[in-house]
C-alpha cells in the first residue's frame, strides 16, 4: 500500500484486497480507540443510577443551550407562518362582528371593574393587567416548552426529575393569566365574545392545559420522574402536541388583538 | 454531582449475575463494579450508532440509569451484559430519530463518525495504511445505510461476537454475518472505484 502525496497520483500501485480490509478495520479500530468514556462519565452513569433524584444537575452544555436556542427560534417561525397564514381568515372574522350581545356580556361590560380597567389612567390599569397577562403567558408556556424539548431529548443529561418543580412555575403562570384574561375579557366582553378566534384560542388553551397536566401525572407516575420506562411514547407525543398547541394558541391570540 | 472517578471495588472472580444479586440486596458497589465491566461495551455500542463522543456520553449515561432501574425485572434469559447492550442500542436508535438530535445536529460542528485520525502518532502497523485511504474508508463507512453500517461498526469494534449482536440488532445471526459482508464489499468496491485496491 503505498503512501500519498505524490505529485502524480494517477501512477500510484493500488493496494491489495487483503490491504483493502486491513484498512477497513484499522480504520474502524482507531476510531473507537480516539473515543474511550473518561472516568468522569463512568462516575456520572454510577451516581445517576444510585442518586436519580439528583441526577444529571451538570449537563447543561453549551450544545443543550445551542439545541433549545434554535428550537426556540424555530417555534417562532412557526409562529410567524401562522399569524402569516391566519391573518387572512382573521380580517375576514372581523368585518363578520355584528354585536351579538346578550345581557350577561352587557351587564359585564359596565360593571365597575370594567370601567376601571378601560377608564384607569394608572399603570394599574388595562397596560398593568396586560403586563400581567404576558408574564402569566411567558411563564407557562416557557415553563412547557422547556419540559417539552427534554422529552424530545434535547438537554438529555439534565434528569426528568429535576424538571418537576418547573410544573409549579407553569401553573403559577396558568393562573395568573386566567385571572388577568378574565378580567380583560370583562372590559371588552361583548367584541372578544363575538371573534370566533377568541373562542378558538380558549379551545387551545383548554387543550393545552390538559395535556399540561396529563404530562405532570406520568412524570409523577414514574416514581422519582428520573426515568421514564414504558412511557417514552406517550411522553414525546404529548410533548410535540403540547408545542402545537402553544404556538396555535399564541398564534390565535395575537390574532384576536389585531381583530378587535 | 460527584465527577470524580470513583473507587472500583477489586471482584475479579465474580460473576455479572452475582453482581446483579447483590445490586438487588442494595449493594451500592456491585452496581459500579457492572458499570465498569461493560462501560467500554456500552459506549462503543452508543458511538457506533451515534456517531457522535458526546451524544454516546449521554447515552451510556441513560442506559446505565435504566438498566438500573429494570434490574429487577432482568429475567436471566440473556446474559446481563447483552440485556444491558440491547437497552443501550434501543436508547441510542431512539436518540438517533429524535427531532430534538436532529436539530442539534444543524448546529453542531460535530459530524458524524468525525475524527482526525491524522493526530495520532501512527504505531507501525497503523503506518501500514495510508491516512488517505483512512479518510476515504471513513467517509465511505457515512455514507452506507444504517441498516449495514451499524453491524458492520460493531462488529469491527472488538467488543461484540455476532451471537451478542444479534440479539443487539434483534436480527438472526446469519443476517448478521450477511450485513457485514455486504457492508464490506460495498465498501471494497467503491475503494476500488477511488483506486484504492482492485475491484472485486
Known sequence: ???RGSSQPQMREPESE????RAIDETI???FMRHEPSPRVYARAISTAQQPSAAGRDGSTLRSWIVAAASATAALLLVNIALHFF??????????????TGPFLLWLSSTGLARWINESETVFGYSGILFLHTLGLAMAVGASVVVDLRMLGAASRISVAALLP????MWIGFILNALSGAMLFAADAPRKAANPLFEFKLVLIAVGIAVMAMMERSLLKSGSGAAL???ERRLTNLAITSLVIWTAAIAAGRLVAYTL | MPTKSPERVSTPRVTDDELVERTLRGDSTAFGELVFRHGQAVYRAALAALGSATDAEDVMQEAFLLAFRKLPHFRHDASFKTWLLTITWRRALRWRHSPARRLGRLVSLETW????LAEHRPTPEQSAVSEEIHRDVLRLIRSLPSRLRDPLLLSASGRYNYEELSDILDIPTGTVKWRVSEARRLLRAKLARLGHGRSS
Open chain 1, 18 to 21: 487483503p490491504a483493502i480490509e
Open chain 1, 29 to 31: 479500530r482507531r476510531y
Open chain 1, 87 to 100: 391573518g387572512v381568515v382573521a380580517a375576514r372574522a372581523a368585518s363578520d362582528i355584528d354585536g351579538r
Open chain 2, 113 to 116: 463518525f468525525s475524527g482526525d
Open chain 1, 1 to 3: 500500500m503505498g503512501i
Open chain 1, 166 to 169: 418547573v410544573f409549579r412555575f
Open chain 1, 229 to 231: 420506562v414504558g412511557s
